[in-house]
Each structure stands twice: as C-alpha cells, then as structure tokens.
C-alpha cells in the first residue's frame, strides 16, 4: 500500500497561487505514477494532472494548462501541484492517487488515493 496525505489546500483569492503537496509513506513511492484529480459536490472526479514514476513525463488537464505544474520528489517521496492564476472554477476538493499503470486521465486506474485538500479561491 502507498497512504497518502495531502496538504496545502485553502482560500485563496482569484489570481493568486497555492502549492500543494502529497506525502507519501510506505515502499515504492518511485515506482508509482501519480496524478491529481478534483472533485466539486455532486460531480464526479476530474482529472487535473499526472507525472510519470521519474518525472519524465506530465500531463494536464486542458483546463489548468500553463497555470498548474506537477512535479515530485523521490528522495521525499512527495509529489507537488503548484497553482498560478487561480480561478473560481478551480474550486474543488484536490486529491492526489498513485497507479502503476499508465499516467491516467481516468480515476480507476488508480490504486491509492489521498482524503483529499480543500482549495477554495474567492472571486
């Protein structure tokens, strides 16, 4: 297993810039492609971001292309989501997850999920 734990989340007024972190315990953390995913109430899961096992490979949601960055570290075995230009559509519970399958835009892919930060940004 590979528990997660995210933190940085919070309020934050539109066009400002928030960093989130994803720690991770456990073995493997290296081996392990992770992304970031959000959730709104009564909306499913949408994919934001995801970064190959060593950090060769990103990938982004359309919507958060060039303002968010993904990126990690696997001596600290923590993967980053760093958010500029925040809007109010970004508002969302910000999860991260890891898979050793492909990086995936797609939620079942994913082995192992975080609880989850809450991002808020004020208009």
């Known amino acids: 297993q590979v528990p997660l734990v995210e933190s940085g989340g919070g309020l934050v007024q539109a066009g400002g810039s928030l960093r989130l972190s994803c720690a991770a315990s456990?073995?493997?953390?290296?081996?392990?492609?992770m992304g970031w995913f959000r959730q709104t109430p009564g909306k499913e899961r949408d994919f934001v971001a995801c970064?190959?096992?060593?950090?060769?490979?990103?990938n982004y949601q359309d919507s958060v292309k060039g303002r968010f960055s993904i990126s990690r570290d696997n001596a600290k075995t923590t993967v980053y989501l760093q958010m500029n230009s925040l809007k109010p559509e970004d508002t969302a519970v910000y999860y991260c997850?890891?898979?050793?399958?492909?990086?995936?835009?797609?939620?079942?892919?994913?082995?192992?999920w975080g609880q989850g930060t809450q991002v808020t940004v004020s208009s």
């Open positions: 997850a890891a898979t050793r399958s492909s990086c995936s835009s797609t939620s079942s892919a994913y082995n192992y």
């Open positions: 456990g073995r493997g953390f290296s081996t392990y492609n």
């Open positions: 970064i190959r096992w060593d950090g060769g490979s990103t």
